[in-house]
């Protein structure tokens, strides 16, 4: 998050990319690395281009496998993935002859999608990486190096009524326009016959999309790539020239807008319908406030985004609340199902014959004045794109207000690319998401061992998890492990003692502003103690309860208010780590035993008031879960094994297995297991149970 306030009322600048061609590193490459190298500084620098923006290609000699012979290959970048951090595997390559020969079976617009169709027959060496659209744009044009990119600065151009008098007068007639068309063969045909008529033209402005440029080395078309885009975005910033961008502030950025965040974030995502739970994203960067605080801020909103790569990601149009009416429910709900009516009229309106069903109707983008940008998606990076692809939609617009009237894309346009047979094929293709995709999980302890098993129990699933310990150090280093393997979007750590109601409730906070809300509360932090009773101090006892007794209702409590939006969305799910002495009887830990017990029941009162939000609340019980805990790790371990009257290494661990039913250790995994089955809908008819995990314990039996 980033807490900047705005102070100068001066329009945000467009970045001004420069080269960072190291020639020494060039030097080394095959002409494929080449293209690679190139196309790796292009997308990896986000003032050229946006998150797997653009593509990049090569007419390369190769040697065809089956005749020994020199042939012309056409490398371009394939289909998904991202310029920026592709490896050589995610180009196409493709007999160049063969694309050309493709135009026998072309006769006009209707023929788009059937010649996506020719493409796998062009494979060049038997490579899987599928072909993109943008192909044709690249083997259509007689240059031996091409790359096609949409960076904020060129699209601010390429989508304002000002944008080609704006190209004549940055670039003299050597950079070309062409009008609105959508990416597919019959572009690359109009492509192609530009060029042809216009043979002076290094590059072309492709209006409402982006520009393609060239040239006979990839080092050369790197450095004019990163030109054309440096031209466009000094232009652009001597235009908005230190005035206020969007008309000028009309509401300044609110101090407390991460607090409004994550008290307006679970509201609205508790409105939100569909057959699973959305992930939130809240951003207040600098252009977000920029612009939500704007005087232009709803006329621009409501006409839309104009890249197709921006509105596929965003929708057609964000949806705005008013900041003063944010803790009104009845005007959230309303306002979410208004823009539900609005998508489904566009579904209606724009529909086609042959057109796949209306997709989800709920807004991913929603924008506050003084507050910020929420954005909502089925996935946390989803979901995170999502906003940052607004973003660059905000720039555009101060690009191109900045020069004439912003253009937003056609409406059956937008739709016609939003609901394009060969994309709903692609997304029919995609693989089932995992079980817990799209829920937001809470571990308290999550720095311990069974609390760090069952958070990766739940992230392994699809589960966004905040870790809350009051170790800090122990918890970050958890939290990073898990960043790297699970990636960063989906797990966040706070630190938190969980008797402290302040830094429960700033815990809970997290998982509200980082993700939305909260589905899945694993009550786990915990600590152990043995003494006989006359040893047993008042702050030895008290420490049990605030941790084990205290530290449980102050979590299920401030779960609560999250959870109860959640009851039209498949409800949620609390479940506290127990004990085994919570329902046996422990000699010499009567603390400890007795506080685990207290927990035990209140969960079974929390079920009861829990059951009409669909809350269920149910219990682990697990037992001498020695590898893995630091529980066992201290004192607790020579107290157990003094309370046995064995030694406190070896023995002590053959002691429990030996104990239990099944002579089997119980291990943090195996708790996790049971948390997963409670915390997801495998359980969803059960509440108010308990589930032992403890390799047999005739003693905790219930009844
Ligand atoms: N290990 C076992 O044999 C066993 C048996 C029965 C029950 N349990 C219960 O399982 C839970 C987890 O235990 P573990 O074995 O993973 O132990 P652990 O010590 O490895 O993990 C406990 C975690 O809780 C954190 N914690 C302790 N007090 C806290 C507080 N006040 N606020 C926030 N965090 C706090 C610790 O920093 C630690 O990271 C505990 O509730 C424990 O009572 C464990
Ligand atoms: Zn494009």
């Not at 020994?68 to 592709?86: A, F, H």
């Not at 493709?102 to 006769?107: C, I, R």
């Not at 924008?367 to 607004?390: H, M, N, Q, S, W």
């Not at 170790?471 to 990636?487: H, I, L, M, N, S």
Request: glycine content about 10%; aromatic content about 8%; overall charge negative.
């Amino acid at each position: 998050m980033n807490a900047q306030v705005l102070i100068s009322s001066a329009a945000l600048p467009f970045a001004v990319p420069t080269s960072r061609w190291d020639e020494s590193v060039a030097a080394t490459l095959s002409p494929a690395e080449l293209l690679l190298y190139r196309s790796n500084l292009l997308g990896s620098d986000l003032t050229v281009t946006n998150f797997g923006g653009g593509n990049t290609s090569a007419k390369l000699e190769e040697i065809d496998p089956l005749t020994g012979e020199k042939t012309e290959v056409l490398w371009v970048k394939g289909s998904g993935g991202d310029i920026g951090s592709m490896k050589l595997d995610g180009f196409a390559t493709l007999y160049q002859a063969k694309l050309l020969g493709l135009e026998a079976h072309y006769a006009g617009p209707d023929d788009d999608d059937k010649m996506v169709g020719f493409l796998p027959h062009c494979t060049f060496n038997l490579n899987g990486r599928a072909a993109s659209i943008d192909t044709p744009l690249h083997s259509l044009l007689p240059f031996a190096h091409v790359d096609h990119v949409h960076p904020d600065a060129i699209i601010a151009l390429a989508a304002s009524s000002g944008g080609e008098a704006a190209t004549q007068e940055i670039w003299g007639g050597t950079i070309g326009w062409l009008p609105w068309k959508r990416p597919g063969y019959t572009l690359g045909v109009m492509l192609r016959d530009y060029v042809k008529a216009n043979p002076h033209v290094q590059g072309v402005m492709l209006a409402g999309h982006g520009i393609i440029c060239w040239a006979d080395s990839a080092k050369a078309c790197y450095e004019h790539t990163v030109e054309l885009i440096a031209d466009a975005a000094n232009y652009l910033n001597a235009k908005l020239g230190g005035k206020p961008a969007f008309g000028g502030q009309a509401v300044a950025p609110n101090a407390d807008r991460a607090a409004i965040a994550a008290d307006l974030m679970p509201r609205l995502r508790g409105f939100m319908t569909g057959a699973r739970t959305k992930l939130g994203h809240f951003s207040d960067d600098a252009e977000a406030l920029e612009f939500v605080g704007s005087v232009d801020f709803e006329r621009l909103a409501s006409l839309g985004t104009s890249c197709p790569d921006h509105f596929l990601r965003t929708k057609v149009a964000p949806l705005t609340l008013d900041p003063a009416r944010l803790q009104d429910d009845a005007y959230l709900a309303q306002k979410i199902a208004d823009y539900r009516d609005l998508y489904a009229a566009y579904y209606e309106r724009c529909k086609r014959a042959n057109s796949p069903a209306m997709r989800d109707s709920n807004p991913v983008v929603v924008l506050v004045p003084g507050v910020g940008r929420i954005t909502f998606a089925t996935d946390k990076t989803t979901a995170r794109l999502a906003g940052e692809f607004y973003g660059n939609a905000i720039n555009v617009m101060r690009g191109a207000e900045a020069i004439g009237d912003y253009i937003a894309l056609d409406e059956q346009e937008a739709f016609d690319i939003e609901y394009w047979l060969l994309e709903e094929a692609k997304l029919q293709r995609m693989p089932a998401p995992k079980p817990l995709v799209g829920k937001i999980a809470l571990v308290t302890g999550g720095a311990g061992g069974i609390g760090a098993a069952s958070a990766a129990r739940l992230l392994r699933e699809g589960a966004c998890v905040v870790l809350a310990d009051r170790a800090a150090d122990a918890v970050e280093e958890v939290r990073a492990g898990f960043a790297k393997q699970f990636g960063k979007d989906v797990v966040r750590a706070a630190v938190c003692d969980v008797t402290d109601e302040a830094q429960v409730q700033a815990a809970f906070d997290v998982a509200a502003r980082e993700f939305g809300g909260l589905d899945i509360l694993v009550a786990n932090a915990g600590i152990a103690s043995s003494a006989p009773i006359e040893d047993t101090t008042v702050e030895l006892w008290s420490r049990n309860y605030d941790v084990l007794a205290q530290g449980y209702f102050l979590t299920a409590r401030s779960a609560w208010p999250l959870m109860k939006r959640m009851k039209d969305q498949g409800g949620s799910s609390v479940v506290f780590i127990g004990s085994k002495n919570g329902v046996a009887a422990a000699t010499n830990a009567s603390a400890y035993a007795s506080a685990k017990a207290a927990a035990n029941h209140l969960a079974r009162c929390l079920a009861l008031e829990g059951a009409p939000f669909g809350i269920r609340v149910n219990t682990v019980n697990p037992d001498a879960v020695i590898k893995g805990s630091k529980i066992w790790d201290g004192d607790w371990r020579k107290e157990r094994a003094g309370a046995h009257g064995i030694d406190s290494g070896k023995e002590l661990e053959e002691h429990y297995r030996q104990r239990s039913m099944l002579k089997r250790d119980v291990l943090p995994e195996d708790i996790a297991e049971a948390v997963y089955f409670l915390g997801s809908d495998m359980s969803a008819k059960s509440t108010g149970n308990m589930i032992n995990v403890d390799a047999g314990n005739a003693q905790a039996f219930t009844r």
